[in-house]
């Protein structure tokens, strides 16, 4: 290799080891990155103007392509603005490599403004970090980082790249580095839960990571047929495979309480694929671990072992059918008249073309859309794994990089939207067919229920004011514009169908703010 | 007192010890926050719908008011969303204190979808860090956090407070604690630099912290009339006093030749509320350190220090008069025609009221706007302290509502402005008297010279990709009609000067768009 700039030389090992694309939000520090990514056309850069949107795009792209997911971020403070959607990308373990760049170290104790403790705040949402410290290992250094990144099912790696490194010349490469492949589950273990569910008389599945992809679920249909056990996916699971043809998942529900009601009668609960489930929140009086007590808890494979091998390992000890039970064929009517949840729910299952993809982060809007979901054409479905508000539009956008081909939904609620809204601007920008369902009840819903739950009856006018967004009212279809998307506002079924079909109909990104 | 809960003993605590705002984007862990707030009058709950707009309004309500400013957040991803301005904020050394609800201890063994690691994530940014581990300590713990946070000039402290904590019965109280005042300069300081001014024949003061509000102005200017010595502010105040009547101050060029060049022949620079001059950024063949050689470099107080008073002293032991020369007064011209840098400047400088707030992150398009202001009718200038753009919006918002009888100015690049644009929503709710000038090149400017400086003289399609705004244009009229702001877009200086009169002479915030 004749020498290149080490930005050069690390990019085209990553492109080397896969990655495609890189969700860049760049400074002064990055410009050897960025100039470097006119050299290496395999890795496609894609401005994000709000580090939030580069880091959930990053999310949203790896959850569906399995590659790597670059991000191209400023310092300390640039990262820090991707923080919160690193936390949910690591919460739903998907591959995303930062690049974060920095003063070269003789600058650092000069502490210039924007100095600052990037691995502080980089190692709670990162499964791996380094600085780089020498221009020939950057190469190398990236290598390791998106080896990580990509064992399965997928982590979160930074690497901090000083600019004069990035700058530098140098003539070192690195090949790929190999993945390490998620752990086999052993027989003993199939065996001992093949064990415990034929000596029960009730049992579910809880499935997560491999469990509720395609050949998972296959595999834990088979199982729910020779066993009778329900299949469960996570409150929030990162991605789950859904529609007619595929077995049919039921959702943990949210609140503890409801959980335990799920889990009533469960005598054996075997986890493949999901951690055991805990409350999101903790209350006065109601557990953490929503395992019920009398029901005994069996992890088959833990998120990071191979969950759909080791289901069909557990089908074939149960000599179960060749087919389980699969969902049958059913759309919902065309809802009518006002909008509510359960309408607004319709509108967008009886609407959604085949192969969609869904980001649903709409909250309290969002409940019934699942189960009338469960008959739709298949379809996938992501959500908000970590929590923290504002993933949906960000990972809408990078599914839709990731799968050109397949219209994409981010059904979003409006508190959560306002976070990351700068999304809409990179959807414009390069043409991506994300349709945008904002549920506009202009309000925290949640938390007028959860001050409800606090013993709040009447809440005072500061909490009110503190729960409310309809003073004044966010006029989503002027924002839209404002990005250089367009949109359009229903406060009818009939008004929601017409223009989600619309929204479908046509290439790029659209929004629908839906009045409930 | 009766019992009460944890979180009114905690704000009932905060009141008595002067603060009066909280800017707040709560969840369902702070509910019992959020309740108390309607049993604490004193202070006063303002939603912010993204965390980086409440840390930023607490930022500019510091700043202005000395007073603490309180931040409620949501668990490690919620204070995460704030940490760029608290970056911003710890930079221009203003006093906040952020209240960040948390799990109870119990829960966190549990790895619920938002545990994280807060104290990670919070010390970077906060000079003072707790987690509050009984209810009967939240209003000491409390006390103390905003003890640190008042030391002059001001701190940012951070309290984690668990949500059962917040929800307990309690009847303890805890007084305000005595603050920490500004450490004073010993005379044998002050007398080395008055040595050191006499014995040189060029010298200059870097102004900072209280150096740069109207005391220490008044007391550098003295120290000018007797020394004949230059005056200097920092390339990015946190805030400095201006105008007509107070002596006039240079601002140290953001280019580290250029700070080289302005201070070329000054064979004596003394620190006066700053610290020594540093590049913004490390390049290649350019020093860190901005005290020329064969400069001598004295710090006569650094920035936790008593400025104002040593200069006051300073100016004593220099026998300088009793005043100092101070500016005169000008107003520039209406411009006329296209706009640019200087024309936007102008249209502002001979725009705005006196006592404005003006608060700029312009960027490359602030540059001519600092001189043209010099000699306007006093006013405070407030800029980009720690370099994580997206300061602007919100700290216009913060120092509107610390200081509601003065015209406030985010005179804002468009580029930075998108990273908080929710801000505007805020200034709707409360009516703020905030003037938004977004300066709309679509582009982020200084990254394009910044290629050049790196030797790119022909971007490719990446790198020109990663530095534009143009594809697609955004709509700044519509984004502030979406957040309930009322907006024009100005392409020539008439038409700025008109839409600047109009949002000046109207209460309430308006967004001018001045398309450059």
Known sequence: MPPSTGAEALL??????????????????????VAALDRVDAVRAILCTFEGVAT?????????????????????????????????????????????????????PYDAPLTSDIESLARPVSDWFRRSS???????????????????????????????????????TAPPRAVTPAAPVANEIVERVATALRGSRTSALLLGAGASRAEGLAAAGR??????????????PARVERG???????RLPYFPEHALQALENVEVLVMAGA????????????PSRLVPDGCRAETLADPREDAAAALAALADALAAPARGAAAEASIPARPTGALDPPTLGAALAAT?????????????????????????????????TGGAIGQGLPVATGAAVACPDRPVVAFQADGGGLYTVQALWTQAREGLNVTNLICSNRAYRILQFELARAGVAEPGPQAASLTDLSRPELDWVALARGFGVPGERAETGEALVTALERAFAEPGPHLVEAVI
Chains 1, 2 share one sequence.
Request: proline fraction near 9%.
């Open 275 to 286: 951690p055991e489930p805990v409350a999101f929140f903790a209350y006065p009086d109601l």
């Open 352 to 384: 959604q073309p085949e192969g969609a993809i869904v980001m649903e982060e709409a909250a309290t809007s969002g409940g019934p859309y699942f189960n009338l979901a469960a008959g739709l054409p298949p379809h996938t479905l992501l959500t908000l």
């Open 134 to 172: 020498q221009a020939k290992e950057l190469p190398a250094d990236v290598a390791e980082a998106i080896a990580v990144a990509l064992e399965p099912p997928g982590r979160v790696a930074t690497l901090v790249v000083p600019s004069d490194l990035s700058a530098a010349t140098t003539d070192a």
């Open 56 to 108: 959930g795009a990053a999310d949203g792209f790896g959850r569906l392509a399995g590659a790597p997911a670059l991000t191209l971020l400023h310092h300390g403070p640039g990262f820090a603005n991707g923080i919160a959607n690193l936390h949910n990308a690591r919460r739903a373990r998907a591959p995303v490599v930062n690049l974060v760049g920095d003063h070269p170290d003789r600058h650092l």
């Open 223 to 236: 199982v729910a047929a020779a066993t009778g056990c329900r299949l469960f996916c996570e409150t929030f």
């Open 244 to 250: 007619a043809g595929l077995p049919a998942v039921e």
């Open 12 to 33: 085209r090992t990553a492109a080397a080891a896969g990655a495609r694309v890189c969700f860049a939000n760049p400074g002064t520090s990055e410009m050897a990155l």
